[in-house]
Antibody, heavy 116, light 106 residues
Framework: QVHLVESGGGLVKPGGSLRLSCAAS????????MSWLRQAPGKGPEWLSYISDGGTYTYYADSVKGRFTISRDNAKNSVFLQMNSLRVEDTAVYYC?????????WGQGILVTVSS | DIQLTQSPSSLSASVGDRVTITCRASQDIGNSLAWYQQKPGKAPKVLFYASSILKNGVPSRFSGSGSGTDYTLTISSLQPEDFATYYC?????????FGQGTKVEV
């Protein structure tokens, strides 16, 4: 079955960087766009970025544009989110999700805390 | 960006009740709407896409409807496992956006 597992989260100081990874299994990875979303404590989900199946096309929410970079390695069935210039307001649980117009499968989420 | 406004923000209900949640978009989104259920500490789970098409495995007591800017999620007979927060999400254009959520509680 479809399985998405995020890793790479943790505590980072404002202005710092983190790289999130998402390992996918159980489906043909190269057939799907992939997205990253996040959910701040007590808030609804926020879509951040998607990457096309071949990796050619990317798109970002204004809140992360210029700071976050999405990428994928189709040979390793993985998608990544490089997060730079982190801010306190980036504190959230981050999810990768299979992007099928709706987000039909999500990882379990990983916590990123930005605090001094 | 397309804004989605859900109502109510929360509701109290009992097992067996009929529950209706609405989602209003800031522009016509042409049925490009999904509904999600989220339980504490878990990722959201998609219930519907295209406003009314039930995902595999979702109980038939859930139904979705709507068009244009106004959409509805209905639970015909609330079950204990349905107490959760529900979100609508549009995929008519990018950025994809979510409603603020409706918490269904006892």
């Amino acid at each position: 079955q479809v399985h998405l597992v995020e890793s790479g989260g943790g505590l980072v100081k404002p202005g710092g960087s983190l790289r999130l990874s998402c390992a996918a299994s159980g489906f043909t990875f190269t057939d799907y766009y992939m997205s990253w979303l996040r959910q701040a404590p007590g808030k609804g989900p926020e879509w951040l970025s998607y990457i096309s199946d071949g990796g050619t096309y990317t798109y970002y929410a204004d809140s992360v544009k210029g700071r976050f970079t999405i990428s994928r390695d189709n040979a390793k069935n993985s998608v990544f989110l490089q997060m730079n210039s982190l801010r306190v307001e980036d504190t959230a649980v981050y999810y990768c999700a299979r992007d099928h117009t709706d987000f039909d499968y999500w990882g379990q989420g990983i916590l990123v805390t930005v605090s001094s | 960006d397309i804004q989605l406004t859900q109502s109510p923000s929360s509701l109290s209900a009992s097992v067996g009740d009929r529950v209706t949640i609405t989602c209003r978009a800031s522009q016509d989104i042409g049925n490009s709407l999904a509904w999600y259920q989220q339980k504490p500490g878990k990722a959201p789970k998609v219930l519907f896409y295209a406003s009314s098409i039930l995902k595999n495995g979702v109980p038939s007591r859930f139904s979705g409807s709507g068009s244009g800017t106004d959409y509805t999620l209905t639970i015909s007979s609330l079950q204990p496992e349905d107490f959760a927060t529900y979100y609508c999400q549009q995929y008519y254009n990018t950025p994809r956006t979510f409603g603020q959520g409706t918490k269904v509680e006892v």
